[in-house]
Each structure stands twice: as C-alpha cells, then as structure tokens.
C-alpha cells in the first residue's frame, strides 16, 4: 500500500502550515489530541524540510474543511511517514477543525534525496580544499579518538547516535587512517558539537570506504540534538598535522575555547564548528517583565525565554514545552497571546544555567514560575533544547 500523501496548507512555504493527509481520495486534517514535537518531526522529515521548530497555535494557518483523518497520533521518532505513527485509525476522532495541527519546520534541503533515507549515496564535490563526506574527529586524548564531525557543503557538522554502532565506528576509523575501531561513542562522550547535525541513523555494513557511503536518512535530515553526538576510538594513532578549533559557544562569558581537531583529505585549517546562532552574535532588543525576558527575537515580542532565580538568568528547557506555556509566557511579558511556541534552540542557544524543565502550563497562569515543573535548576537539558515563545503583540520600543 502507498504511503499516504502529506502537505502543510497557507504558510509560506512549502515547510509551514496546517498539516494535511491524503486518504481514499480525499485531503484531510490531523487533530491536535496528543500533538507533540516528535510527531511534528515525523511530519517535517517525511516533506523532506529537515526538522521542526515550532508547533504554532492551532489557527495560525486557518482552519481546514472536509474529514478530520487522524486523532490521537502518536509517534515514536523512527517512522519515514505520518501514516506509520500510532492513531485512533483513519477517521476516528473526537474533534473539531478548530483543533487542525500546524507545523513549522526548518526548511534544511541540503540534499534532493531528503525525502526518505538514502543508501549508498555518496558526494565527490570540492569546496573551500574539502571533499564532501571528509571527517574530522575532535576532543579527543590522540588524533585517533573523538566526536565525529563530517563536511558537507562548506560546513562541519556532526553524526547523530541513533543507531550508532561499532561496525560505524569502523568505516570512520578506516577513513581516518586509524586502524579498527575499539569502540563506539554516544551521548556526546567527547563533548557537545555545534551548528548542523548532518547525519542521522548512519548504518554501515563495514565495507564502505568512507562514511557518507553507509546507509543514512539524508543530508541534514535527523530527530536528534546535540547530546546525542557520535564519536569513535580507533586502535591506531597516525602523525598528522592537529590544528586548532576555535569555538565560538563559550559555557560562560570567558574567551572562546580551543580545541585539537585532526582533519582528513586537506592541509586547509577547518572552519569554525559553529555556524549556529549564539548570544555572542545577537544584539538585539531584550524584553523583560516580572522575572521574565525574551532575548534574541527580532522584535519585542519574541525570542528564547529567560527566568530569573535569585540573581541570575537562565533559559527553560523544551521537554513538554506546549501552546498553554507560550500563552503565560506572551501574556506575563505584555505581548497578548501566543502565536507559536518553539523548540530546539529556535532563538540561538542561551548561556548559563537552565533553570525550568518539563514545564507544564493550564493557560491560566499569570507567571510561569506558577507552572508544574521539575523545581528551580532541575534537568536533564543542553541549551540546544532552550524554549521560546512568538507572540501576537509588538509593544512600542523603549528608548534607549
């Protein structure tokens, strides 16, 4: 049977709107019962618009017309299709077209082969001295250990661990020169990477010569976050020429930290790991209201949020992060109501501590300290997870 038919209807792309599914001939809407960041990345990653970033109000993109297809979905991350998550079944549903789910996705078509996983697929093209698919490993003790990071397309990025195993940890060894790999990496053992997670559910047979020709689920196409970057240990150690990374996502206001990466199939320096949005690159407007701030947004009403506690700002962490949330949010600030919430570090990566998690708003709140949450500091986040919010409202500018 065909894989059921999906699009996103009035955005403005083809990578935002209201999500609709084809079935028995017909268009159809998706309920919101149990709507979640993972089933928006089912959605995301099925379109090939890489991954989602926002879940946006219920109309922001208007209501739909005819049946309501699917209710209660449920997905697990895995699945290539919609169709494929768990749900009531086709056109079982307790629903109105007031409850139509919206998705904003990413957009990232690094590769025409983004609508499903890809085998075998690999790239020869050349730019700025390095080959598409050349790896560099990082942090680790020798030239022969540490967080896989592969170029694609002018940018460094890293491997998600999904499906990590020793027989990929192998073809990197063997790419790199180091011998066999004695063993395999995940949860970010060597450190957090930054900028773009380029390759997920990497899956080699071991007689690939080179990473980029395993099986994976496409250029830039992944579920994952930064705490879930890949890394190898290979028996061998190699002379090499190791020249300094410079990061510019410092864990505090002190100088960027340098680190040793070892770079194959160039005598280029790398460029910068990061291309990703920091705090360091924004000086944007900051709105603050009762113990609350939206920081890197490009007006007033919108950005990463921000608490205080005590005499330090921190970020809010994205677990359960939902609609109702956004709407205290945008509503203790002086912003109206909520337009979308974000996710996965929307707004560029916060700094210091990440004061909130799971937090989990009614909508009627008047502060989001009055939320369920896990207690003040508590957490199992990096700030590639910061949550922000897009109000409805812009409020006059402050003078300066």
Not at 63 to 69: A, E, L, N, V, Y
Not at 134 to 152: D, K, M, P, T, W
Not at 168 to 182: E, I, P, S, T
Not at 340 to 356: E, H, N
Request: charged content about 20%.
């Amino acid at each position: 049977m065909p894989v059921p038919d999906l699009r996103l209807v009035s955005g403005r792309s083809r990578c935002q709107g209201r999500v609709e599914i084809f079935y028995n001939s017909t268009w159809g809407t998706v309920c919101d019962d149990d709507w979640d960041i993972v089933d928006a990345n089912v959605v995301c990653r099925q379109l090939g618009c890489g991954h989602a970033i926002a879940m946006p109000a219920t109309l922001f993109f208007g209501r739909g017309h005819g049946p309501i297809f699917l209710d209660n979905v449920d997905c697990k991350g895995r699945e290539t299709a919609l169709s494929e998550c768990g749900s009531r079944g086709w056109g079982v549903h307790n629903c109105y077209h007031y409850e139509d789910v919206a998705v904003t996705c990413n957009e990232l078509l690094p590769t025409q082969a983004a609508r499903g996983p890809t085998s075998k697929a690999a790239t020869i093209s050349l730019q700025n001295g390095e080959r598409d698919g050349s790896l560099r490993l990082v942090r680790g003790a020798n030239s022969c250990q540490g967080r896989v990071e592969i170029f694609y397309k002018g940018t460094w990025g890293t491997v998600c661990d999904d499906d990590w195993g020793l027989s990929d940890a192998g073809v990197v060894c063997k790419q790199m020169g180091c011998g066999h790999a004695v063993d395999y990496k995940t949860n970010a053992y060597f450190g957090y990477g930054t900028g773009r997670i380029l390759l997920d559910n990497v899956n080699c047979d071991g007689s690939e010569p080179h990473l980029s020709a395993c099986y994976s689920l496409g250029w830039g196409i992944h579920n994952c976050g930064h705490h879930e970057d890949a890394g190898v240990v290979c028996s061998g150690r190699r002379l090499t020429t190791v020249v300094p990374v410079t990061a510019s996502l410092a864990p505090s206001d002190e100088d960027p930290v340098t680190d040793m990466a070892t770079v194959t199939e160039s005598q280029d320096q790398p460029s910068p790991e990061t291309e990703m949005m920091t705090t360091g690159l924004f000086l944007l407007e900051e709105t603050t209201g009762g113990g609350l701030r939206l920081a890197n947004g490009n007006s007033s009403c919108q950005g990463r949020v921000e608490v205080l506690y005590g005499d330090t700002w921190g970020t809010v962490c994205d677990d359960d992060w939902d609609f109702p949330n956004a709407q205290v949010v945008c509503r203790q600030v002086g912003c109206g109501s909520a337009l979308a919430a974000t996710v996965l570090g929307y707004f560029g990566y916060g700094t210091g501590p990440i004061l909130l998690d799971n937090v989990d708003c009614s909508g009627r709140e008047t502060d989001l300290a009055e939320c369920f949450n896990l207690g003040w500091g508590q957490h199992n986040c990096g700030h590639h997870e910061d949550a922000g919010v897009i109000c409805r409202s812009e409020k006059c500018p402050r003078l300066q």
